[in-house]
């Protein structure tokens, strides 16, 4: 069935929901208004109050109490409304989520799904913009989702789910309905920590994650055409932790390395990924790796995001440089 | 030598003992880790519990095995009442493999699941949303479950108190929530951080009963704390105790203590000991008798010096288990690489 990505993880969120007493589904306006972009729509009605609920604006509370129904038999997923709101809580993600496997020396385990919209390109301001995911990559515990399309949301929120561990399941708010991809109306996971190599390459490797994905493969597509570049796209789907052997796997074939993120750079998951390949494949290296990513300042305004944001054609200015083009 | 079968708030005679003997333990535990501390064998920051013995003992004797227990980094005596054995609490302060969490939690962190103990936490107040969650997976699985959990006087002045509060009363959670009002939030004079004199304003802010309570007066707790399991337990929500006590040694171990006056301890060591004031009310009624306080607190020496030795001849933990729990498996980076080290 041809699903937005909304109605890929209203789907997935009512299969768990169905399939797993243990869930339960909260947050901010997520009961009857289904969410500020819907996600939730007419799951309480379907599964009553009692697993699906609205709460108090509390993130803290929010997030601290899903702790406490994780580490006691639950399976909560509970929604963040952006993901700037993600500092409100920091402490009960970072201090507590995060950490509670390991001090407890594994007699606590945390199955927690914590889903918050991000990104920009729909001229929402920041903190309603923001990419944060590079901020939990110093949280060791944590895995970070970051799907690109209907049919990998839902496979990977279901894995998300299933996961022992705390998830931040980071959904792009612009592909929310931005496109309508085929989607299969039962479950069906996508397993985390494995990127997707989207289109296969032997000149330059892009790695990309959420909306940058369809950046990559717009570049790609432009590169084929004008200049004969053959570009591998590769879908890290988990940012955290990284699908290293993907990553070398590609640079050792190619060569060529550009890492494509809306986030600022400093400290980014391109930095990572750029590590990564030092680390392990620096000598497959034939030039610098390039990265194309948001500017090093909070999220601007509407009228600047254009102008922030990485493009199909900022992307091709790195390839033009890379292939010495 | 009178030894009647007088009860005390409908206790028998063996449970003030056995109540008598954990206060004595609490004490003596804690001298005991006081003294490795300052031996060296014990890392990291410490706080001992001396002087809130009968918070501890006076509330967790109204709990059952299957009820859970949350606290601040004051935990040590808490996990004890809890069940855990004093051996693998002191193995945790040594940060022995022998200890609860494998020597990887360390002071603050006391837990098990067996046991229903949820740490131990290095925030203040963190605990308190998690307390919520712990009493709503209880009520939703249809357990009967009451959730106790311990902050002190500084931790109501953080916004997650609030929030906890709140949504527990919405929510007419199986909650208890113990307010250890030992009169300093580290050098914070209560007098000084609250715009309001007790917690009971705070109390009906969140549409719950509260009660103050004398802390150094053991029973005084014991009778305030059944109250508020049963009401837990009867599914009529919350409540929160804010029980006055006072520790009698720093903060943590490394406090010089300049916010209060040496006088000041001294006259609260020298009348208000929960233990003393326990002790003759034990021989007032003619319960007990000195000979068998001092059996009990030898015992409680024994014990705490038999933690401490096996603490001492337990293992540390392999280098290695630096990398187990962060994750599930080894799917993540990290473990990857170890292995390429």
């Known amino acids: ?325 | 030598m009178a030894i009647s079968n007088a009860t005390l708030a409908g206790l028998t005679r063996t449970q003030l003992l056995e109540m008598h003997y954990m206060m004595s333990l609490l004490r003596r535990f804690e001298e005991k880790s006081a003294e490795e501390y300052t031996r060296g064998k014990i890392g990291g920051f410490m706080h001992l519990y001396i002087g809130q013995e009968a918070v501890g003992v006076g509330s967790i004797t109204n709990l059952l095995p299957e009820d859970r227990v949350l606290s601040s980094y004051r935990e040590h005596g808490h996990a004890i009442l809890k069940g855990m054995e004093p051996r693998v609490v002191m193995a945790e302060l040594f940060g022995k493999s022998t200890g609860c969490s494998k020597g990887k939690g360390g002071s603050m962190h006391m837990w098990s699941n067996e046991l229903g103990v949820y740490g131990g936490n290095g925030i203040v107040a963190a605990q308190l949303p998690m307390a919520a969650g712990l009493a709503f997976a209880a009520q939703y699985q249809g357990l009967n479950n009451v959730t106790m959990c311990f902050f002190g006087d500084g931790a109501v002045d953080e916004g997650a108190f609030h929030e906890s509060l709140n949504l527990a009363s919405l929510w007419k959670l199986p909650v208890v929530y113990m307010c250890e009002n030992n009169q300093y939030s580290m050098g914070m004079a209560v007098a000084k951080a609250w715009a309001v004199d007790s917690l009971m304003p705070r109390a009906a802010a969140y549409n719950m009963p509260g009660e103050q309570v004398d802390g150094m007066d053991v029973i005084a707790v014991y009778e305030a704390a059944l109250r508020a399991v049963e009401r837990a337990r009867n599914g009529e929500g919350p409540t929160l105790l804010e029980i006055k006590t006072y520790r009698f040694r720093g903060h943590s171990m490394t406090d010089p203590a300049y916010y209060r006056t040496r006088e000041e301890e001294h006259e609260w060591r020298n009348t208000r000991d929960p233990i003393g004031i326990f002790e003759k009310r034990l021989q007032e009624q003619g319960i007990a008798t000195q000979a068998e306080f001092d059996q009990n607190d030898a015992r409680a020496t024994q014990v705490a010096e038999d933690a401490a030795d096996f603490a001492e001849n337990s293992p540390d933990p392999a280098p290695a288990e630096l990398f187990t729990g962060v994750m599930v498996d080894n799917s993540t980076a990290l473990s990857f690489r170890r292995e390429r080290e």
Not at chain 1, 94 to 105: N, P
Not at chain 1, 226 to 247: H, K, M, N, Q, Y
Not at chain 1, 257 to 269: K, W
């Open chain 1, 1 to 325: 069935m041809q699903m937005t990505m909304i109605e890929a993880l209203n789907s997935a969120l009512a299969l768990e929901l169905e399939r797993d007493r243990r869930v339960v589904v909260f947050g901010e306006d997520i009961g009857a208004n289904g969410g500020v972009f819907r996600v939730t729509e007419h799951l309480q009605n379907k599964f009553g109050e009692e697993r699906v609920f609205d709460t108090p604006l509390a993130e803290s509370g929010i997030i601290g109490t899903s702790i406490g129904m994780a580490i006691y038999g639950l399976r909560p997923i509970v929604e963040i409304q952006f993901a700037g709101f993600l500092f409100v809580c920091m402490n009960q993600l970072v201090s507590q989520a995060a950490r509670i496997r390991f001090r407890s020396a594994g007699a606590y385990t945390c199955p927690l799904v914590v889903r918050a919209p991000y990104g920009g390109g729909v001229r929402t301001p920041e903190l309603h913009s923001d990419s944060l995911e590079a901020v939990f990559l110093q949280t060791p515990g944590f895995k970070i989702v970051v799907p690109s399309n209907p049919y990998d949301a839902k496979g990977l929120l279901a894995s998300a789910v299933e996961d022992p561990d705390p998830v931040l399941f980071l959904e792009n708010i612009k592909l929310y309905r931005s496109f309508r991809a085929e989607t299969p109306t039962e479950h069906y996971s996508i397993p985390l920590g494995k990127a997707n190599v989207v289109q296969e390459g032997t000149d330059v490797s892009i790695f990309a994650y959420g909306a940058m994905v369809n950046v990559a493969l717009e570049a790609a597509k432009q590169a084929q055409q004008e200049t004969g570049t053959s570009v591998e796209v590769i879908d890290l789907r988990t940012v955290w932790p990284l699908d290293e052997d993907a990553i070398a796997a590609s640079v050792e074939k190619t060569g060529r390395a550009i890492i494509v993120h809306e986030a600022p750079r400093a400290g980014g998951i391109g930095a990572e990924i750029t590590a990564v390949i030092n680390e392990r494949c620096f000598y497959s290296l034939l030039k610098p790796i390039g990265r194309v990513t948001g500017y090093d300042t909070p999220y601007p305004v509407p009228g600047q995001e254009d102008y922030y944001l990485p493009t199909p054609a900022k992307v091709m200015t790195a390839l033009r440089e890379i292939m010495e083009l």
